[in-house]
C-alpha cells in the first residue's frame, strides 16, 4: 500500500471515469492509469472475496474447471489458496487490457500453468472446451450493463450441478424477500449516486435473480469501509449456488 498510490487511483476514479459509448474502450479509459495501483487500493474497497474464493474451491473436485468474469487483475485466482493447484484451468476473462496484462504479469510471476487469461465479453463468452465447474464474478456485474446476458451466459456455461459464485456492490429492494436484510431510505439512495460515478451501479435485483435460478448454498450480506472515508459503509454480498 501507498499513499500516492492511493491518490493516483482516486485521481482516476473522480476524473477518468471514462465517458465513452463503447464498454471497452470506457473500462480502459478508466483502468488505464490505475491498473499498477489497483490491487493495492481495491484490497481495501472490494470485501468478501477472498470469503467467495474459499467458498468456492473447497467445493472443487481435483481437475475442475473455473471462469472468473470479469476477473480483471486475477487477485482472486490467488484468493484461491491451496485449492487453485488442484484446479484442471482456470480462465480470467476481461474485457480490459490493461489488468488482464496485471493478470499476465502475475500468473508468470507465481507460474501458475493452470492459468490463463481471455480477452472477451462476459456476456458473450463461450468456453472453447465446453461448459465448466464454476464459474465467479467478483464485483464485475455491477459494471456489465447487461448483466442479465453476462448471468444467463453464466449458467449456460455451468455444467449441471455447476457452482456460481458472485460477490459485489448491492442495494435491498424496498420490499426484501423474507430472511433477506433490509436498508434505509438513505443507504438506498446513496450508493446507487456514489457508485454510478464510476460507471458501478449497485442493484436491488441482483440477488434475486441469483436466489430464483439457482439453488442457494451460502449467502453473506454484509457493509464494508471505504479507503478515506469514515463512518461510511457500503453494502455488499456474497452468493453461492448451485444450477438447479
Ligand atoms: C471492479 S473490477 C473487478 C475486477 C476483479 N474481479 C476484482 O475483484 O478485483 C470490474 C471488472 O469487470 C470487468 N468488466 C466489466 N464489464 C465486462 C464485460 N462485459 N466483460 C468482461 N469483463 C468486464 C472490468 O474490466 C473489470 O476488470
Keep these: 500500500m501507498s499513499f500516492w498510490g492511493d491518490m493516483r487511483v482516486i485521481w482516476r476514479m473522480a476524473f477518468h471515469r471514462g465517458s465513452s459509448s463503447d464498454l471497452k474502450t470506457r473500462l480502459e479509459e478508466f483502468y488505464s492509469g490505475q491498473s499498477a495501483d489497483y490491487d493495492s487500493f481495491r484490497k481495501r474497497l472490494l470485501h468478501g ?3 467467495l474464493m474459499r467458498e468456492v474451491g473447497q467445493r472443487l473436485n481435483p481437475g475442475a474447471t473455473l471462469l472468473d468474469m470479469g476477473g ?5 485466482i490467488g484468493e484461491l489458496g491451496p ?3 488442484k484446479l484442471g484451468r482456470a480462465d480470467i476473462v476481461d474485457l480490459c487490457g490493461p489488468l488482464l496484462g496485471v493478470a499476465q504479469a502475475r500468473i508468470a510471476k507465481e507460474g501458475w500453468a493452470n492459468v490463463h487469461t481471455v480477452e472477451a465479453d462476459a456476456t458473450k463468452f463461450i468456453p472453447p472446451s ?4 464454476a464459474v465467479t464474478f467478483s464485483y464485475s456485474l455491477t459494471m456489465i450493463p447487461d448483466w442479465f446476458s453476462a448471468l444467463e451466459k453464466a449458467l449456460a456455461n455451468l455444467k449441471p450441478g455447476g457452482i456460481l459464485g458472485v460477490v459485489d456492490f448491492y442495494i435491498s429492494r424496498k420490499w426484501p424477500t423474507p430472511g433477506r436484510k433490509k436498508h434505509s431510505t438513505f443507504t438506498r439512495g446513496l450508493w446507487p449516486l456514489w457508485f454510478a460515478n464510476d460507471n458501478v451501479f449497485p442493484s436491488p435485483d441482483h440477488l434475486p435473480w ?3 435460478h439457482l439453488e442457494p448454498i451460502h449467502v453473506e450480506e454484509g457493509m ?7 463512518l461510511l459503509k457500503a453494502p455488499y454480498y456474497i452468493f453461492l449456488g448451485r444450477k438447479k
Excluded at 465446453?130 to 465447474?133: A, E, F, N, Y
Design 130 to 133: 465446453g461448459p465448466v465447474d
Design 72 to 76: 480483471g487483475t486475477g487477485n482472486n
Design 83 to 85: 485449492h487453485l493447484c
Design 224 to 230: 464494508g469501509s471505504i479507503p478515506y472515508v469514515p
Design 49 to 51: 472475496r477472498e470469503s
Design 210 to 212: 441469483l436466489d430464483a
